[in-house]
Every structure is written in C-alpha cells, then in structure tokens.
C-alpha cells in the first residue's frame, strides 16, 4: 500500500502561482512513478502530468505545458507541482497518484494508478 497525501491548495488571481505537494508513505516511494490529475466539477478527471521514478522521463498535458513543471524529491518521499500562470479554467481539485507501470505507455491513464490521494482544490478567480 501507499499512501498519498496532498497539501498546497487555495485560492489564487489569475496569473498567480501555486505549489502542489503530494506526500507518500507506505512501499518504496522511489519504485513509482507519480502523476498528477485533476476533475473541475461536472468533468472528467484529466492528466495534468507524471514523472517516471528516476525523475528523467516527464509528460504533461497540453493545457498545462509551457506554465507547469512536476518534480520529486525521492528523499523526501514527495513529488511536487508547481503551477504558474495560473488561469480560471485552471480550477479544479488536484488529485496524486502513484503507479508502477510504464508511463510511456500508461501516463495519461487513470486506469494505470493504483494509489491515489484524497486532493487538494484550486481555485482560481478571474
């Protein structure tokens, strides 16, 4: 089991900054790798992005390149989000998740994540 703990939420302007951090616990943090997704209400859950465990492989959507930049700390068990340029549409509840596949094949796939965190909402004004 692991288990995934996000924190870093809040409200923030448009073209403001927020940091997402995903807290783990459990079996070998360093053997997964970690994706971020979110769900605006009344939507799907979306990928956001997903780092490989090594760090050296990272995926993003295409609505978040250019203004978004995941990492993790493997020490420190943690895998962070750091969000810029923050827009309204940006709104939603951010969601961890952890998997052992490969992400080449399986990092915009739910369905892939095994382990997943209760989330952290975002909220931006306009």
């Known amino acids: 089991q692991v288990q995934l703990v996000e924190s870093g939420g809040g409200l923030v302007q448009a073209g403001g900054s927020l940091r997402l951090s995903c807290v783990a616990s459990g079996r070998t943090f360093s053997n997964y790798a970690m994706g971020w997704f979110r769900q605006a209400p009344g939507k799907e859950r979306e990928f956001v992005s997903a780092i490989r465990w090594s760090g050296g492989n990272i995926y993003y959507a295409d609505s978040v390149k250019g203004r978004f930049t995941i990492s993790r700390d493997n020490a420190k068990n943690t895998v962070y989000l750091q969000m810029n340029s923050l827009k309204p549409e940006d709104t939603a509840t951010y969601y961890c998740?952890?998997?052992?596949?490969?992400?080449?094949?399986?990092?915009?796939?739910?369905?892939?994540?095994?382990?997943w965190g209760q989330g952290t909402q975002v909220t931006v004004s306009s």
């Open positions: 998740a952890a998997t052992l596949e490969d992400l080449a094949l399986w990092a915009t796939q739910s369905r892939a994540y095994a382990y």
